[in-house]
């Protein structure tokens, strides 16, 4: 399993496929990434020798990926909650940040869904049983 930029990649996908599974690297930036390596888009990963993989982490020191993205994306959160900004307590809360609807949909940030309100009138009266007993 050849190693870039910190990350094992996946053997048996081509090489530009096998590139977006290092965090911040698209299809699209992986491709352009294969063409300036100057490695065949058909190629497996696991055909790649060592000079194309060092081609490789040369051409993706330029960019920011893996730990460096993922430190700057939450200290760029972490300073919108520091700041209080309304984004920021979106976050904070969980909630979408860019102005979608919350009142139906959103599940992805708002989680599974809690039922909040009344019982019926069955379930009011077993509680009140378990009470008295």
């Known amino acids: 399993?050849?190693?870039?930029?910190?990350?094992d990649i996946p053997e048996d996908k081509k090489v530009p496929y096998a590139l977006t599974y290092i965090y911040g690297i698209g299809l699209h930036l992986a491709k352009d990434?294969?063409?300036?390596?100057?490695?065949?888009p058909d190629k497996r990963a696991r055909e790649l020798d060592g000079q194309e993989i060092n081609?490789?982490?040369k051409i993706l020191e330029?960019?920011?990926s893996e730990g460096d993205l993922r430190r700057q994306i939450s200290d760029?959160?972490?300073r919108l909650q520091r700041?209080?900004?309304?984004?920021?307590?979106?976050?904070?809360?969980g909630l979408p940040t860019r102005g979608q609807r919350t009142?139906?949909?959103?599940r992805t940030r708002k989680g599974k869904r809690k039922t909040v309100g009344s019982i019926s009138?069955?379930?009011?009266?077993?509680i009140e049983e378990s009470k008295t007993s």
Do not use: C, F, W
């Open 1 to 7: 399993m050849p190693r870039i930029v910190g990350k």
């Open 33 to 40: 990434i294969t063409t300036q390596a100057k490695i065949d």
């Open 55 to 57: 081609s490789l982490q």
């Open 62 to 64: 330029g960019y920011i």
């Open 76 to 78: 760029n959160i972490n």
């Open 83 to 93: 700041i209080k900004t309304y984004r920021g307590a979106r976050h904070s809360a």
């Open 103 to 106: 009142r139906v949909n959103a």
């Open 121 to 126: 009138k069955e379930a009011a009266s077993k």
